[in-house]
């Protein structure tokens, strides 16, 4: 599934086209995606104008000038692509083809720039894992998909001391508390598993001792807040990892998986200066583990 830094690449990849731009005609082609669309889906959405693109989490939200909110997830394929013009060849160097099979265009978003300029863009999702909803005009941070996420590990708020406030007293596997979107909101196990490399944590260890005993910060706290922050930023400023199906908006690669240092290397050596271990795979919770036993502690 794409992961916070995929979903960013989107949004960003996207917001040139698509905020500012009224919708001039919507089409639903089918009635439902893992969810059913909403009730008037097309009708409701036909004429606005999209005021901005956001994220939360690994969800993207359009916001409309009448005060709805679109709130769209990728699922484990979805995908979205801007089309102008009569080209519609989705742009982009493949390594694993992306669908370009009409039949997996589920929503069409017909749009009409500032300028006057017509343009597309599509969602296509092959097995129709991701979905779309609507929240209310002032009820987006109440909506169930929003309300209970965690912090946003991409800024300052992501610190030693809320890691220290967020685990203590979990005697849950660090990864799985990382996981926890009602800690941290958009995590996912490539970044988990590059961030716990970087900060020489196990992913086996308690997260609880990530605090002291008096509830403070430890130094792993504090290498771990830091690992998080820079793991994201470096995966957004690479557009993301193209594992399996994930591709950007542009229809280009993401590219970050070239650096990974522990996922999906299973038996090559580490690449942490100076160690002499071998990457290991273990599962947790149904999920493939990346670590160095030798310098993961």
């Known amino acids: 599934m794409p992961e916070l830094p995929e979903v960013e690449t989107v949004r960003r990849g996207l917001a040139g086209t698509m905020e500012g731009a009224r919708l001039v005609a919507v089409e639903q082609r089918r009635p439902d995606l893992r969810f059913p669309f909403p009730d008037d889906f097309a009708a409701r959405l036909t004429g606005r104008r999209i005021e901005a693109l956001s994220r939360r989490a690994k969800y993207l939200v359009a916001h409309l000038d009448d005060g709805l909110a679109l709130i769209s997830h990728l699922g484990m394929s979805g995908s979205w692509r801007i089309e102008r013009g009569p080209d519609t060849a989705t742009p982009g160097v493949f390594h694993h083809e992306r669908s370009k099979l009409a039949a997996h265009d589920h929503a069409v ?36 998909a929003l309300s209970g996420l965690g912090v946003e590990p991409t800024g300052n708020e992501l610190s030693g001391a809320l890691l220290a406030t967020l685990f203590r007293d979990r005697r849950t596997p660090l990864k799985a508390a990382l996981l926890d979107q009602r800690l941290i909101a958009g995590l996912g196990n490539i970044y988990v598993c590059e961030a716990l490399w970087r900060a020489g944590l196990s992913p086996r260890r308690a997260a609880g001792t990530l605090a002291t005993a008096t509830g403070r910060p430890t130094k792993s706290a504090e290498a771990l807040a830091i690992a998080i922050r820079e793991v994201i930023a470096d995966a957004i400023a ?39 271990g071998v990457v290991h795979r273990m599962v947790q919770s149904g999920r493939s583990t990346f670590y160095c036993p030798a310098c993961q502690r």
């Open 109 to 144: 978003f017909h749009l009409e720039s500032p300028a006057g300029e017509p343009s597309r863009a599509i969602f296509n999702d092959p097995r129709r894992f991701g979905f779309m909803l609507f929240a209310e005009p002032g009820a987006l941070a109440e909506h169930p």
């Open 238 to 276: 690479a557009g993301g990892s193209s594992l399996r199906d994930y591709v950007q908006a542009d229809g280009s690669l993401g590219y970050f998986q070239h650096t990974f240092a522990v996922y999906d290397r299973e038996g090559e050596a580490c690449r942490k200066p100076g160690c002499t």
